[in-house]
């Protein structure tokens, strides 16, 4: 069932049948609050946020901008979204660009935003513009840190914790008996993995596919309550590394959604590289 912290989040999305009013959103949030836009960067506390509203307000309908497929999972403290943001070429097209946003709450506050924008479908819309930086938006609210007292009370935070520390001992097998049977795993290389037998494959194919690629990961931060837990991350690459999201849902101590994001274009960008290096 979802949490109280669901119609607050909801109203990040419902603003847009509002008349894109951004600025009633400024009551959601506490006075130390930061929220993140990876075009803009991060607003801290709420006279930044306000100006940052107010912009979008006169930005967002000039442009023609709208946002679409609003999807909420929250509990109390912590809760993330999924949204298109749709725009206009020039030339006539309309560009569908996926995003998501994760959520800190505390006393019924947002009180940390961080929202990611697709690359890679954003250059389509502005290709000289600006880049949507996912990296600048990465342990913003608080370093990972939770606490051995109160995790206990938060399954999926306890969960979570129990996924970084074995994939931190590079066995993904190890993964594959967090995930409930009828669990649905998304990666943006491998697709959709859907049910314990696929994911248990998955998780074989990377207990190989990742060391020999030299790649390694790290946490950065991550939330999570009774349902609900998303984590961000980077991916280490021998050349680089690149910024990373998931999104969890959680029922009965098992996972029941991952959903993997990350940086695209920074990937592409390492992947080049690495190209090039072994040609020459």
Known sequence: MPGPAVETLRRFGSVEDDGQRYTSLLELFTDDAVYYDPLLGA???RDQILSFMQHMEKVVPLAGVTFRNWEVEADVSCGWATWDMIARRPDGEDIVMP???LYRLRDAKVCFVADYIDPVSYAR???DGPVPNAAAGHGLAVPYAPSP???HDRPAEALLRNFWALQDSGDYALLAPLFAENAVFTDLVYGRME???AITDYMALMKTEMPAQGVTFELVDA?????VAWSQWWCRFPNGAVPGWT???VRDGQFTLDADYFDRAASKALRTERESSASG
């Open 149 to 151: 007292s109160t995790v």
């Open 223 to 227: 939330a999570g309550d009774e349902t």
């Open 125 to 127: 819309l502005r290709p």
């Open 195 to 197: 049910g314990g037998k």
């Open 99 to 101: 995003g998501q946003s």
């Open 43 to 45: 607003q801290r506390g």
């Open 247 to 249: 999104l969890h849902t």
